[in-house]
C-alpha cells in the first residue's frame, strides 16, 4: 500500500509564506482563501521570548472526521491516502468544515475577486466554477500525484509531481513522499528525529508530521 505524507521540518521554517503563496498561485484559491497558511506564534515572558512558524493546511487524516459527516460521500480518502472531494457531489452543507478539528476548509457562496466586482483577465482564465458552493480544502495537488501515475515520476523526488509547497519552500523544511517505503525521503527523515502530529490525541491519524529534535 502506498500513504502520501507531508513532513514539516519547524527547526528549519523561517515563515516566509512562500509555501501559502505558492499554494494559492498553483490552485488559483479565490481572495481571503488560503489552503495552506503559516501560523506565527509567540511564546515565553520577556525577556525570554520565543518565535515559532507553524505551516498548516489540510492533514489527510486516516481517520478523517470529514468524511464520517458527509451526507452524500462528497469526501473520501485514497487508497494512497489523500482525502478528496468531489465537486459534483457536495452540496455545501458545511457538516465536514465543522467537523474538521484544523480549520482546513473553507466554503465560497460568490465569485471573489481581487479588485471590485469585476475579474482580472488572470483571473477569469482560471475561474472554476465548480469551486462556487461547495467545500475546498488542500488537496496535496492531488493533479499532481495523479499524474506520477502515468508519467513513472515519483512524488516527493520529481518535483513535477511535488507539491507546489514543498517545491517552492526556500529552507527545505517541507517534504513529500510515500510513508510506506522505508527507503523514501520521509521514512528516513522521521526514522531519525522526533515528531508529532496536530491532535494525534483524536484519533485522526494526520497525515502531516512535524519535526522538532533529534531522536
Same mark, same amino acid.
Given at each position: ?10 527547526? &528549519? ?6 509555501? /501559502? ?20 506564534? #509567540? ?7 520565543? &518565535?515559532? =512558524? ?12 470529514? #468524511? ?6 462528497? /469526501? ?11 465537486? !459534483? ?7 465536514? +468544515? ?13 465569485? &471573489?475577486?481581487?479588485?471590485?466586482? /469585476? ?20 488537496? =496535496? ?24 509547497? +514543498? ?10 513522499? !510515500?510513508?510506506? !517505503? ?13 515528531? =508529532? ?6 484519533? /485522526? ?7 522538532? !529534535?533529534?531522536?
Amino acid at each position: 500500500m502506498t500513504r502520501y505524507v507531508m513532513t514539516i521540518d519547524l527547526r &528549519r521554517c523561517v515563515g516566509c509564506q512562500t509555501c /501559502t503563496a505558492a499554494c494559492k498561485g498553483a490552485n488559483a484559491t479565490p481572495p481571503g482563501i488560503q489552503w495552506r497558511r503559516v501560523l506565527d506564534i #509567540e511564546s515565553g515572558e520577556f525577556p525570554d521570548v520565543k &518565535r515559532s =512558524f507553524l505551516p498548516v493546511a489540510c492533514m489527510h487524516c486516516a481517520n478523517p472526521p470529514c #468524511e464520517e459527516v458527509c451526507p452524500t460521500q462528497a /469526501t473520501t480518502r485514497r487508497a494512497d491516502g489523500l482525502v478528496a472531494i468531489d465537486y !459534483d457531489l457536495c452540496i455545501g452543507c458545511a457538516n465536514c +468544515v465543522m467537523a474538521c478539528p484544523y480549520d482546513a476548509r473553507s466554503i465560497v457562496h460568490e465569485p &471573489r475577486y481581487a479588485y471590485n466586482d /469585476t475579474a482580472m483577465a488572470s483571473e477569469a482564465k482560471r475561474f472554476d466554477p465548480d469551486r462556487i458552493g461547495v467545500s475546498m480544502k488542500c488537496t =496535496f495537488c492531488k493533479d499532481r500525484i495523479d499524474h506520477a501515475a502515468v508519467s513513472g515520476q515519483i512524488p516527493g523526488v520529481d518535483h513535477e509531481v511535488t507539491p507546489a509547497c +514543498v517545491n517552492s519552500c526556500i529552507s527545505g523544511a517541507m517534504g513529500f513522499g !510515500d510513508i510506506e !517505503d522505508p527507503e523514501s525521503g520521509v521514512s528516513r527523515l522521521l526514522a531519525e528525529t522526533q515528531h =508529532f502530529r496536530m491532535h494525534e490525541e483524536l484519533g /485522526t491519524e494526520p497525515g502531516v508530521y512535524y519535526i522538532w !529534535d533529534k531522536s
